[in-house]
């Protein structure tokens, strides 16, 4: 899968935001110290921002503006990797099409590696747009950009997903009820946070989720 198939298959955005923020609390409860998803509110002033970095070189940023969404991801060993030239240059038409509501976080600072926009994958979806839509980009059969393994878990958005995937990074058995909870929405509770580490301290989770925008009983009122 190439960013061609995957602006087919990504959810909506309003799905994608919760599976975003589920996401980064499932990692938070797993694992405070070294997460691979995050979530920030308000990163600027009425946009949120989703993270994915895996420690390896390899990351996603997924920005819900008014304006619309823009969604970029780096495989370092995919074969669009502006670092397969010399002189760093995008994949031919990777960027071609992005509308000018979002084309400025292309050039965000944070989103720069020694002053260069790293990505393999580009997509968008404009606010009231019906669709997501990507560059006009050309893959052989045998080329990569990353897209089907930096935005599987994201297209998938199941309980099996996750497990599969906390399993092998955490290395420790994952309670699939607990994940679906989570990933549904539900309110979170202790019998959930207990499920997926015992040992973790609640009244932070709690605020934690609170803070990403889950549901979560506010602890100071009980």
């Known amino acids: 899968m190439t960013v061609r198939e995957l602006v087919s298959l990504l959810p909506d955005p309003a799905v994608l935001l919760a599976r975003c923020r589920a996401i980064a609390l499932l990692d938070g409860i797993l694992d405070a110290h070294a997460p691979t998803h995050s979530f920030v509110c308000d990163w600027?002033?009425?946009v949120d921002l989703a993270?994915?970095?895996n420690g390896s070189g390899d990351q996603y940023a997924i920005v819900f503006d008014p304006a619309g969404v823009f969604l970029y991801g780096f495989d370092h060993e995919s074969d669009a990797s502006p670092w397969r030239e010399e002189d760093r240059a995008h994949w031919p038409s990777l960027l071609d099409g992005?509308?000018?509501?979002?084309?400025h976080y292309?050039?965000?600072?944070e989103f720069q590696f020694e002053g260069f926009f790293d990505a393999t994958v580009c997509a968008w979806r404009e606010s009231g747009a019906s669709e997501w839509r990507c560059g006009p980009v050309e893959f052989a059969p045998d080329e990569s950009d990353g897209a089907d393994w930096l935005f599987g878990l994201l297209v998938d958005g199941s309980p099996d997903a996750y497990v599969s995937f906390a399993e092998d990074?955490?290395?420790r058995a994952v309670d699939r009820e607990a994940v679906a909870a989570v990933l549904?929405?539900?309110?979170?509770?202790?019998?959930?946070?207990?499920?997926?580490?015992p040992s973790v301290d609640f009244d932070a989770v709690a605020g934690q989720a609170?803070?990403?925008?889950?549901?979560?009983?506010?602890?100071s009122e009980l």
């Open 44 to 46: 600027r002033e009425g």
């Open 51 to 53: 993270l994915m970095d």
């Open 98 to 103: 992005l509308p000018a509501s979002l084309a």
């Open 106 to 109: 292309a050039e965000t600072p």
């Open 169 to 171: 990074y955490f290395e």
């Open 184 to 197: 549904q929405g539900a309110p979170l509770t202790r019998r959930t946070v207990a499920a997926l580490s």
């Open 210 to 219: 609170r803070r990403l925008g889950c549901s979560a009983p506010d602890t």
